[in-house]
């Protein structure tokens, strides 16, 4: 029975619900590139973390397009430790151009691992495909952190890419987190909720503590 009781303890403790919000993009510079999609963010262990993208190609059929690159904002407490990307696609990371949109420093590109880039568009998804994206972090204290955090700023806090329009253009769009009830935008400030970790380890700390207490009255 303690033996249970432990393990249900240590369930909880280890417990870490990931956060998912959906994305979605904004009128592009061309109005020409749409995307939606998926950013979710989990701890997975001890100093570690994960953020998963995942994104659709939304743009018109007729006049189709490909998703070329995407970034987003890595806080600077955080490091990349690993990353695996939809096939065509290689990691985004430091302070590269993501010209007209400034500070982001981490997502992926089909170009090369570059935000602009040459080459065939066709690497990138097309009209209706759908790629994800998965990113490995490092960092001292993730407790404090949710896939909202990533978004708290007052410019643009996600940037899409796309090349090979029918008619030759490329665009590139800025996309925000979307909720049933309200859409953010750059003007819209984020709360930080306490994070569900915090509460599941406060009751997993407080279950041992009254173990400890039940063990010590009976000796």
């Not at 066709?122 to 994206?133: I, K, P, Y």
């Not at 978004?151 to 253009?169: L, Q, V």
Request: net charge negative; with cysteine.
């Amino acid at each position: 029975m303690k033996s249970l009781f432990l393990a249900f303890i240590l369930t909880i403790i280890c417990s870490v619900p990931a956060m998912a919000i959906p994305i979605q993009s904004s009128n592009g510079h061309s109005g020409l590139g749409f995307f939606e999609g998926e950013f979710k963010f989990s701890i997975t262990g001890e100093g570690m973390a994960e953020v998963v993208v995942t994104l659709t190609n939304t743009s018109p059929m007729d006049n189709g397009g490909f998703l070329a690159a995407f970034a987003f904002i890595l806080p600077e407490s955080l490091e990349i430790d690993s990353s695996t990307h939809h096939s065509g696609f290689d990691l985004l990371s430091g302070n590269f151009n993501t010209k007209p949109f400034n500070g982001f420093n981490i997502g992926s590109s089909s170009t090369g691992g570059q935000w602009q880039g040459g080459g065939s568009p066709r690497s990138g998804l097309g009209v209706g495909e759908t790629g994800m994206f998965t990113f490995t972090l490092r960092g001292a204290d993730f407790t404090s952190m949710t896939a909202e955090s990533f978004f708290n700023r007052p410019s643009e806090s996600f940037a899409a890419r796309f090349r090979g329009f029918n008619d030759g253009k490329s665009d590139k769009v800025s996309g925000f987190p979307t909720f049933p009830d309200r859409t953010i935008t750059e003007n819209t400030p984020i709360p930080t909720p306490e994070p569900g970790t915090i509460a599941l380890l406060g009751i997993g700390m407080a279950g041992l503590g009254l173990y400890g207490y039940r063990r010590k009255n009976k000796a």
